[in-house]
C-alpha cells in the first residue's frame, strides 16, 4: 500500500513539473535540487526522485551526479483553439523547415475521396512532408488536396511556407473551419526513421479534414508529432 501510494504521488508531481518545464519556468537550465522539491510539494525526497525518473524516462529530462536534474529537451506547446499551420504556431519557437519527401497526383482511396468530396476516380494531389524546428524533426505529414488548390502548389515554395497560407492565396478565400481528432499511436519503423524517434515511442496523431470559407472541404491531413516534443494547448467554453 504505501508503494502505491508513492508511486500515486509520484505521477501527481512529475505532471506538475510536467507543466511547468513545458511553461518554459526552467528553460533549458537546473531543476530546484530534491530537498527543495521535497519541500515544496510536502513529500519524500524517495518521492521526488521516482517522479524525476519518470521525467527522465520520458526524455524530459536527465540526472547527472553532482550536477542534479537538467531538462533535456525542449516540449513546445501546439494551440488547438485556432485553425493555424504549424509554422504559424510555433513561430516564436524558431524556424519550421518542410522536407517535401513525396508529391504527386494519385487516384486515392474512397475513403479519402469520401472525406474530400470528389468524384470516384478523380485524382487528387497526394503530399508527404517531414516537418522540422530548428533542425528537430517535429512530425511526419501525409496530406491529401483537392485538385483546384493542390497543383498549384507544384511550384510553390513548400519548404518555408505553411500549407495554409498558400491554400488561401490560391483559392482567394481564407480557410473556414477543420473537423479534427486527436489519439496515441506508436512509431512504426518507416516512422520512427523518418522522425529519428526510437521504434514504438509515442506519437501523437492529428487527422483533420479542412474546409474553406465556403464550406467546400479542400484538404485531408494525418499528422503525426514526436509526442516527446510537443504538447496540445486549447481554451474550451462550458457553453
Do not use: W
Not at 106 to 122: D, K, M
Not at 189 to 196: F, G, K, P, R
Amino acid at each position: 500500500m504505501e508503494t502505491r501510494r508513492r508511486a500515486d504521488r509520484a505521477r501527481q508531481v512529475a505532471d506538475l513539473l510536467r507543466g511547468q518545464i513545458v511553461d518554459g519556468q526552467y528553460g533549458r537550465g537546473r531543476l530546484p535540487r530534491e530537498a527543495a522539491l521535497a519541500r515544496d510539494f510536502r513529500i519524500s525526497r524517495n518521492t521526488v526522485r521516482a517522479a524525476l525518473d519518470l521525467l527522465r524516462e520520458e526524455g524530459l529530462v536527465e540526472r547527472c551526479p553532482g550536477v542534479g536534474t537538467t531538462v533535456a529537451a525542449e516540449k513546445y506547446p501546439h494551440g488547438l483553439h485556432r485553425l493555424l499551420g504549424l509554422a504559424e504556431t510555433l513561430h516564436e519557437h524558431g524556424e519550421v523547415v518542410n522536407l517535401v519527401r513525396t508529391m504527386t497526383l494519385i487516384e486515392p482511396p474512397a475513403a479519402v475521396s469520401q472525406r474530400l468530396r470528389v468524384p470516384p476516380g478523380e485524382q487528387v494531389v497526394y503530399l508527404e512532408r517531414l516537418r522540422r524546428l530548428n533542425g528537430v524533426p517535429l512530425s511526419l505529414d501525409l496530406t491529401y488536396l483537392v485538385r483546384e488548390v493542390g497543383e498549384p502548389l507544384f511550384d510553390a515554395d513548400l519548404a518555408h511556407n505553411d500549407i495554409f497560407v498558400l491554400l488561401e492565396a490560391i483559392a482567394g478565400q481564407p480557410l473556414g473551419t477543420a473537423e479534427l481528432s486527436l489519439e496515441a499511436v506508436n512509431a512504426d519503423a518507416h516512422t520512427a526513421a523518418a522522425l529519428e524517434a526510437p521504434r514504438g515511442a509515442a506519437l501523437l496523431m492529428v487527422e483533420r479534414l479542412t474546409h474553406l470559407s465556403d464550406g467546400r472541404p479542400v484538404d485531408l491531413e494525418f499528422i503525426r508529432f514526436r509526442g516527446d516534443r510537443l504538447t496540445m494547448r486549447g481554451h474550451l467554453n462550458r457553453e
